[in-house]
T-cell receptor, first 117, second 115 residues
Framework: EAGVTQFPSHSVIEKGQTVTLRCDPI?????LYWYRRVMGKEIKFLLH????????ESGMPNNRFLAERTGGTYSTLKVQPAELEDSGVYFC???????????????FGPGTRLTVT | AQSVTQLDSHVSVSEGTPVLLRCNYS??????LFWYVQHPNKGLQLLLK??????LVKGINGFEAEFKKSETSFHLTKPSAHMSDAAEYFC?????????????FGAGTRLFVKA
């Protein structure tokens, strides 16, 4: 069974540019999560999809971040325009389960390391 | 409200000696608790989880953790460290809040294992 995959593994962009990160969850997992770890800080929750719906997006830092999950399969996280403080590692995770899902194990992807210069 | 505190940012042990990584949590409800490990350039891997069953939880690679409600702790232990255990470890609490569930990570503990 394939795990959670993320693309790209690394991205280096200039301030003001746009970047789109992609996450493919484990097949059949309705719950998909995005997290971010800024250098030296904790891993922070960004948002949670249940199928194609945003269940909780309270962790999204501002409106420069846009997440989508078309058809309830893969998800994209777009940062536009990118700022220096957006640099960090963006993790995606998926889990099975019902409406909430977070009581189940979350399977994590390897992360995308984003560097904004 | 929920929170999780990993009491040590770095722990250094010698190979073959016990490992103790400390975690305290705060939750208004009965939470689910997890320990994840991240090796360099890898994703986070689940070591073990507590979801209101047995308070002593056994995980992979010889790790275990004990849920102590009275102390609000969920410390991770291993009787004998191996060089391959060197990694960063995260204590995670997940539980209900108004309107849904929250998953909160501790700041991480980096484990160093000396030969």
């Amino acid at each position: 069974e394939a795990g959670v995959t993320q693309f790209p593994s690394h991205s280096v962009i200039e301030k003001g540019q746009t970047v789109t990160l992609r996450c493919d969850p484990i097949s059949g997992h309705d719950n998909l999560y995005w997290y971010r770890r800024v250098m030296g800080k904790e891993i922070k929750f960004l948002l949670h999809f249940v199928k194609e719906s945003k269940q909780d997006e309270s962790g999204m830092p501002n409106n420069r971040f846009l997440a989508e999950r078309t058809g309830g399969t893969y998800s994209t996280l777009k940062v536009q325009p990118a700022e220096l403080e957006d640099s960090g590692v963006y993790f995606c995770a998926s889990s099975q389960g019902g409406r909430w899902g977070t009581e189940y194990e979350q399977y994590f992807g390897p992360g995308t390391r984003l560097t904004v210069t | 409200a929920q929170s999780v505190t990993q009491l040590d940012s770095h722990v250094s042990v010698s190979e073959g000696t016990p490992v103790l990584l400390r975690c305290n949590y705060s939750s208004s409800y009965s939470p689910s608790l997890f320990w994840y490990v991240q090796h360099p350039n890898k994703g986070l891997q689940l070591l073990l989880k507590y979801t209101s069953a047995a308070t002593l939880v056994k995980g992979i690679n010889g790790f275990e953790a004990e849920f102590k409600k009275s102390e609000t702790s969920f410390h991770l232990t291993k009787p004998s460290a191996h060089m391959s255990d060197a990694a960063e470890y995260f204590c995670v609490v997940s539980g209900p809040y108004t309107g849904g569930f929250k998953t909160i990570f501790g700041a991480g503990t980096r484990l160093f294992v000396k030969a």
